[in-house]
C-alpha cells in the first residue's frame, strides 16, 4: 500500500517543463556556392571585374567614336589632329543636314515597314512550323526537320543569286515584296520554337481536345499564350536582323524610294567625298529605333531563356 501510495502521489505531482530558450536569429536559407569568378577570393573577384571592364571598355569605344564623330563638323570630322575633340566644339548641324535632305525619315519609314512585316510573318510561320514538328505526326516529318536544322548551316549570302533570279521571274524586283519575302525564311527560328513547344506539358493538349479542340485552335488558344515570352525573344531577333541587313535590299532594289537605311546611308556623300559627320549621323539615328526596342523588350528575352513550360504564361 506504502508503494502504491508513493506511485499515485508521483503520477500527480506537476511536471517540471524545460526551460523555455529565447529565440535566436532566423536562420539563412543555404545558398548553393555558385560563381561566375574564378573564385570566391578577393584577388579572384579583381580580376573578374577588371578584365569585364576592360571587355566593356573595348565595345563602347567604337560606339563612343561614332557618337562624338555624329557631333562634330565635317572640318573637325576630317582633321586626325583633333580626333578626341573637336577644335570647333560640337554642333547639331550633321543631324539637321541629313534629316533636311527629306532622304532619313523616307529610308527610316522603309526599313520600319520591311522590318515590321518581315518580323509578322517570320514569327507567324516560325510557329506554326515549329508546332506542326513538335506536336503532329506526318510522313517524313524527322527527315524534313533534319532538312530544316541543316539550311541553318547554310550563309545567306549563297542564296542571293537564287533569291534574285526567282524575284526576277516572278517580276517582283523594286517592289517591298522582292524585299521581304527572300528574309521570311528563317530555319534557326522553327529550330528555337520547336524545341520551346516540346518543352510544354502536353496534359495541356489532352485536355483540350477532351473538349472538342483541333489542331488550330489548340495552337492558337492554349499553346500560342503560353509562347508569348519566347515569341517575343524571336520577334525581336528578327527585327534587329531585318533592319540591319544591307545585303539583300542592295540587290534587290535599284529605286531610290525603297531604300533602306542601311542601303541609303552608304548614298551619304557629295563631289567632295564620304562626309563622316552626317553618315555617323545618320548611323546614330538608324541605330536609335534598335535601342528603344531592347530597352522595352528586353524582359523577354531574359523570361524566355529563365522560363520553360507553364512559366512562361
Known sequence: MASTD???????????????????????????????????SRTARVLATTALTAAALVWLLPMSWAL??????????????????????????GFTTVWER??????????????AAVTV??????????????????????SLFALTVAAVLVPPQILIVPWFRQMLTLHLLDT???????????????????KHFDSLPRELEEAARIDGAGHWRIFWSVLLPLSRPMLAAVAIFVFIGAW???????????????????????????????????????????????????VFFQRHIVKSVATTGLGGQ
Do not use: C
Not at 515584296?177 to 520554337?193: D, N, R, S
Not at 541587313?245 to 557629295?270: A, E, Q
Open 244 to 294: 540591319n541587313n544591307f545585303l539583300w535590299p542592295f540587290v534587290s532594289t535599284s529605286d531610290p524610294s525603297l531604300m533602306t537605311l542601311p542601303v541609303g546611308i552608304t548614298s551619304v556623300k557629295d563631289a567632295y567625298g564620304i562626309q563622316y559627320a552626317q553618315s555617323m549621323a545618320s548611323a546614330v539615328l538608324a541605330a536609335l529605333p534598335l535601342v528603344v526596342v531592347f
Open 102 to 115: 527629306g532622304d532619313l525619315p523616307l529610308w527610316m519609314l522603309n526599313s520600319l515597314l520591311i522590318s
Open 176 to 194: 517591298y515584296a522582292a524585299v521581304i519575302l527572300p528574309q521570311t525564311v528563317a530555319p534557326v527560328m522553327v529550330f528555337i520554337l520547336k
Open 121 to 142: 510573318i517570320t514569327v507567324l510561320v516560325s510557329a506554326m512550323a515549329g508546332y506542326a514538328f513538335s506536336r503532329t505526326a506526318f510522313a517524313g516529318r524527322r
Open 6 to 40: 508513493t506511485s499515485v502521489r508521483a503520477a500527480s505531482a506537476p511536471r517540471k517543463m524545460p526551460p523555455v530558450r529565447p529565440p535566436g536569429p532566423p536562420r539563412r536559407p543555404s545558398r548553393a556556392r555558385g560563381n561566375l569568378t574564378l573564385g570566391e
Open 68 to 93: 562624338l564623330t555624329a557631333f562634330k563638323s565635317e572640318q573637325d570630322a576630317s582633321d586626325p589632329l583633333h580626333w578626341l575633340w573637336p577644335r570647333h566644339g560640337l554642333t547639331l548641324k
